[in-house]
C-alpha cells in the first residue's frame, strides 16, 4: 500500500471514529451527563472542552478559539510537509495518520462549538484523569509510536 493512501486511510478513520462516538454521544446525552461504563474505573461523560488538552487554557479571553484552530491548521500542515519530505516507515506513516486523524476531529469541534466534546472519564481510588476523547487518544498513541520508533532507530545506529 502506498504511504499517501496509508496516511489517508488511517486519518479518515480516526476523524471518523472521533466524530462518529462524539455524535453518540451528544444524541445519548445532555451536557454533564455521566453513567458508569465499569463502576470506579470508567464513565462516559459528555463534557466540552474550551482548552487544550486537559483543559489547559481554558480560561483565556477571545482569541482562545481563533489561537487553537490556527495552532491546529498550523500542525496539520506540518504533519503533511513532513509526511512529503521524510516518507518513512509503515509505523510512521500510521503515527502521522493517527495525529493528522485526531487534529481533524478536534478541529471539528473547535470551528462548530468553540470546544471540544470529551467524554471518556477515567477514574481510580480517589484519582481522575481528565476527560478526552477519541482524537486526543489517537494523538497520544500517534505521538508515542514516533518516540518509540526514533528511540528504537537510536538504538539501531549507535
Request: hydrophobic fraction near 50%; aromatic fraction near 12%; include cysteine.
Amino acid at each position: 500500500m502506498g504511504r499517501y493512501l496509508l496516511f489517508v486511510l488511517t486519518a479518515i478513520v480516526t476523524a471518523g471514529l472521533d466524530l462518529g462516538t462524539k455524535a453518540l454521544v451528544e444524541a445519548s446525552f445532555t451536557l454533564y451527563q455521566s453513567s458508569p461504563v465499569i463502576e470506579g474505573l470508567f464513565n462516559l461523560t459528555y463534557l466540552k472542552n474550551k482548552g487544550a488538552a486537559f483543559g489547559f487554557l481554558s480560561t483565556s479571553g477571545s482569541m482562545r478559539v481563533p489561537f487553537f484552530i490556527s495552532i491546529t491548521v498550523v500542525a496539520m500542515g506540518f504533519i503533511l510537509w513532513f509526511l512529503k519530505r521524510h516518507g518513512g516507515s509503515r509505523t510512521g506513516i500510521v503515527s502521522l495518520g493517527l495525529i493528522f486523524g485526531g487534529a481533524v476531529g478536534n478541529l471539528v469541534d473547535r470551528i462548530r462549538y468553540g470546544a471540544v466534546v470529551d467524554f471518556i472519564d477515567l477514574h481510580w481510588s480517589g484519582y481522575h484523569w481528565p476527560a478526552f476523547n477519541i482524537a486526543d487518544a489517537a494523538i497520544c498513541v500517534g505521538v508515542g509510536l514516533l518516540l518509540i520508533k526514533e528511540l528504537n532507530h537510536g538504538k539501531k545506529s549507535a
